[in-house]
């Protein structure tokens, strides 16, 4: 089944405490992207990538870091994390980006940070 | 940056059209897209619109570009309780890559 795999759905850590959130997409898609969604505010980009070893950042990047070693996957990497990263975090992948294309998306990760 | 609007909140009966609206700030938008969110879950694409077309049917779902008025619209014929949901409206313009998305309109359906 074509999908975007994030893990883990549910994560509540401590302030400082590096963590990583995986995203997998089997769908051989170029683009891949982070998103954060908070009450009020929407969705917003944190970081993008074109393709592999290619990643930009997006409308909130502060805090975050992520990497594009292999197409398939785009780790998400808080390495202090500290509670305004309380948030749902999607992860996305598009075929070439945008256009007719639309992305498809995993189905989340609500971390806590205490 | 560009900006998409959406109503945060939209209720209905069940049986009734919804219809959810969306303007957006940026004239060289070439794709407007609307996903759902239901919820506990991820966004998922329900239709899309080219910037050259006014309407786009699918279904029971019914989607109108104003292009000069920059506002696009998504009917909901015969609205379910299945329906509830969040919608996302989303706009991708020429040369970008990167979707802007709307805060997202809440949907409910009551009985």
């Known amino acids: 089944e074509a999908q975007v795999t994030q893990n883990p759905r549910y994560l509540i850590t401590v302030t400082g405490k590096k963590l990583t959130v995986t995203c997998s997409q089997n769908?051989?898609?170029?683009?891949m992207s982070w998103y954060r969604q908070d009450p009020g505010l929407g969705l917003r980009q944190i970081y993008y990538?074109?393709?592999?070893?290619?990643?930009d950042k997006g409308d909130v990047p502060e805090g975050y870091k992520v990497s594009r070693k292999e197409k398939r996957n785009f780790p998400l990497i808080l390495e202090s994390p500290s509670p305004n990263q309380t948030s749902l975090y999607f992860c996305?992948?598009?075929?070439?980006?945008?256009?007719?294309?639309?992305?498809?998306f995993g189905s989340g990760t609500r971390l806590t940070v205490v | 940056g560009e900006d998409v609007e959406q109503s945060l909140f939209l209720s209905v009966r069940e049986g009734d059209s919804s219809v959810i609206n969306c303007t957006y700030t940026?004239?060289?938008?070439?794709?407007l897209y609307w996903y759902k969110q239901e919820p506990g879950a991820g966004l998922q694409l329900l239709t899309y619109i080219f910037s050259n077309m006014d309407m786009k049917q699918d279904q029971r779902l019914t989607v109108l570009l104003n292009k000069k008025d920059k506002h696009l619209s998504l009917r909901i014929a015969d609205t379910q309780t299945g329906d509830s949901a969040i919608y996302f409206c989303?706009?991708?313009?020429?040369?970008?890559?990167?979707?802007?998305f709307g805060r997202g309109t809440s949907l409910i359906v009551h009985p």
């Open positions: 940026d004239s060289s938008s070439t794709y």
């Open positions: 996305a992948s598009s075929l070439r980006g945008g256009a007719n294309y639309g992305y498809t």
């Open positions: 989303a706009e991708i313009s020429g040369g970008s890559y990167i979707p802007t």
């Open positions: 769908m051989n898609h170029e683009y």
């Open positions: 990538s074109m393709n592999v070893e290619v990643t």
